[in-house]
């Protein structure tokens, strides 16, 4: 039975910089994706605030995340942790495909999953007009009118990449925008961009594919108006990937990771790093940032 130093879960910015420190301190490693390498970065449009790459495709970061990978030889798995077991000195950790796996220490890189709007549509819509990855779908709508729901940095970068495929881009937020003031100016200076601040949606119609949105005024529920759109991109917010660990460490109301200045979870030997944890903001910087500093304790 081969026990792991460490067994990393998660290959975005976080999990693959955890895994090159650990690599490189000589750890016996591995690192488990279910998806694919780069995590959320890879359905970002242009990535322009990280240092030392300049503006970046985020499917090309994703690239080089790829090869650092490969020049490490680090090894890596591509399946689903699903439940992890604590016993006297390690840890048991099971996939989806029923094997089992062992280590000393466990850095969880889990980051988020799109949060929905919460309508009852949605979910009946998925595929069929609404989406949660404009960089994925917008080549879709291209020469159509669209919606992107949201009004932080994600959906303004989203919003103005769709400026250049469809005829219509409306950006629709509960509050005012509350991007960086580039990203509003860049989106806003889109001959094709409209804002629409302090609105909701109330219903959206299809027949199949979406056609309308009705919105309502947040100030005042009885201002209602439709507006033709073909595509609704929703970009609210994150939920923290966490459900498979709820009962080994503490989660706030949440669902986000409960770590120590160490990045140490509740439960000694179990470290979290990135969008999963507690933090005031999510950026790929602070995702590298956590795990240089959560390797200095593991290594330790």
Known sequence: MEIKDLIIIGAGPGGVTAAIYAKRAGLNIAIFEKNIIGGAVVNAFEIENYPGVGKIVGSDLAMNLMNELDEFEIEIHYSEITRIVK?????????????????????????????????????????????????????????????VVGGGNSALTEATYLTNICRTVYI????????????????????????????????????????????????????????????????????????????????DARGFIKVDSHFETSTKGVFAIGDCIIKDVRQIATAVGDAATAMHYIED
Do not use: W
């Open 87 to 147: 016993n006297e000195d390690t840890f048991a950790l099971y996939d989806n495909e029923g094997n089992e796996f062992f280590s000393k220490k466990i850095l969880l890189a889990l980051g988020t999953k799109p949060k929905k709007l919460g309508i009852k549509e949605e979910d009946m819509l998925f595929g069929r007009g609404i989406s949660y990855c404009a960089t994925c779908d917008g080549a879709f709508y291209k020469g159509k009118d669209v919606l």
């Open 172 to 251: 629709m937020t509960r509050h005012e925008l509350k991007g960086d003031k580039k990203e509003i100016d860049r989106f806003l200076s889109k001959p094709n961009a409209k804002s629409l601040e302090f609105k909701q949606i109330k219903s959206i119609y299809a027949n199949p594919k979406v056609e309308k949105v009705t919105i309502f005024d947040t100030n005042d529920n009885s201002k209602e108006e439709t507006i033709d759109v073909s595509g609704v991109f929703v970009y609210v917010g994150q939920i923290p990937q966490t459900e498979f660990v709820k009962d080994l460490i503490d989660l």
